[in-house]
């Protein structure tokens, strides 16, 4: 039960954003948030709901690390949106180039990943 705060902190990092974030869209202070990580302890009930939901997660997984199977499709869901959104305009160039240039591009990425 201990690591709440570090799933919190985790899931923060994740999406970009930081405490203050949280802190507002729940709708507490900072500092109510940095005292729950001090003392290591899980919030009441209602508070681990509201930090889920802004989350994006279950409070089950932030109190003890479970993930369903909608958890595991949400969070890959998540990550491949990420990674569109990093590389869109590398995306949009590779979309106007002829098949054979992809396939060439595809061929150097190949090798630069061994």
């Known amino acids: 039960m201990g690591n709440f705060w570090l799933r919190v902190d985790?899931?923060?990092?994740?999406?970009?954003k930081n405490k203050t974030y949280l802190a507002s869209k729940c709708g507490f202070s900072l500092a109510n948030i940095n005292?729950?990580?001090k003392r290591n302890s899980v919030p009441s009930a209602d508070t681990a709901v509201k930090i889920a939901q802004?989350?994006?997660?279950s409070v089950e997984y932030l109190v003890?690390?479970?993930e369903g199977a909608a958890s595991k499709a949400k969070a890959e869901e998540e990550?491949?949106?990420?990674?569109?959104?990093k590389y869109s305009k590398l995306i949009s160039k590779c979309e106007k180039?002829?098949?054979?240039?992809v396939n060439f591009l595809s061929q150097i990425a190949d090798r630069l990943e061994k």
């Open 10 to 16: 985790e899931e923060l990092e994740f999406l970009g």
């Open 64 to 66: 003890n690390g479970a």
């Open 35 to 37: 005292l729950g990580k």
């Open 79 to 85: 990550k491949q949106l990420m990674l569109y959104r």
């Open 54 to 57: 802004v989350l994006g997660v």
């Open 97 to 101: 180039l002829p098949s054979e240039q």
